[in-house]
């Protein structure tokens, strides 16, 4: 206890806090803005809550971890975990059920945990939030110390944080936190300037596919429009929520709906800068679009979150999800997109495998040691399954 003691200075104060709401956002947003992240600025953290997206009633109680220097009387946030208590492992994507079953049958109370991620977002890059020029091993180590003793005191089963950033990463294992490898279908631009320098990368039969695929939307009469920034308006969210509902109706608990239509329309108003809308409109009129894909974007990075559509066409989910994103994406620099969950239909479209870690502490002796016997084995799984799918895309030089 002393060596934690020592390492928090005197100028420096721990506090936990239910609502990002609690925080100035001029001050979270100094740590979060640099980040090639956006998911952790205060503005999609406060939507989400504010919403009643994520909240004590949906399972997720924000709980986030503030660290302040007093400086002559000014306050500054020097560093920020954002942290929710979870009631279950729904709208996570890191499917830790079997661990939650395995603590049902020692007779073992799993929940509540605690819960290191962007609600809802499984996207790479979590981590703690720090002003630039902290030493990042130490905060992280006197940061993770407060978690213990917080899932200690409340005997909380586990503490995981999903999707880290791994320039990260080797601080909180340094720590003691275990890896667990993970996948996501990642798209990375290859010095691409046309959509066909893209198509050149397939085998001559996919290449052939995707032309078809992109010909039958024409076909069924739809013209795709791009809408960003201003042109983001409040009604296209209502209309993207609309979608999103739906398509989660449509596929049960897979895509359970999370976020209420308070949260789409909240966008229009202090979010929309990052907002990319990929629209599909009848060629015979009208101002509605009959399909639509919901993007995000920061820096050099895209992130495909949801999607859907009035009617069934053939082939527009491959459009509206990939290749109008794609084609986007090649004409605006974009090095790195991030389609979102799923990958049946990624990996023959130019997305790899491409490994992500979550990291992991159980509090309970038994959870513990048997997470820490066979996590290696399960990596290696993992990492053989990775490298099956990636021999089997229909790239050329990949």
Known sequence: MAEFAAALAPELTIQWVNAIASVPQNQWDALALPLETPFFEWEWLHQIEASGSATPQTGWLPHHLLVWRDRQGQRELVAAAPLYVKGHSQGEFVFDHQWADLAARLGIRYYPKLLGMAPFTPAVGYRFLMVEGVDVAMMTKVM??????????????????????????????????????????????????????????????????????RKAVAQAGLTFRVHQGDEVSRSLLQRMHDFYADTCDKFGWWGSKYLTRQFFEALSDRYRHRVVLFAAYPNSGGQRPIAMSFCITKGTNLYGRYWGCAREIDCLHFSACYYEPIEWAIAHGIQRFDPGAGGRHKKRRGFPATPNYSLHRFYEPRLAEIFDHYIDQINDEEQRLIDTINADLPMKSL
């Open 144 to 213: 993770l110390h407060e978690i213990d003793r917080l899932c200690q005191r409340h005997r909380f089963s586990s503490c995981h944080f999903l999707y880290v950033d791994p320039q990260w990463q080797p601080a909180a294992e340094a720590y003691g936190y275990r890896a667990w490898l993970h996948h996501s279908y990642i798209w990375q631009n290859r010095n691409y300037q046309t959509f066909d320098d893209y198509l050149a990368d397939f085998n001559a039969n996919q290449r052939r596919n995707i032309k078809r695929e």
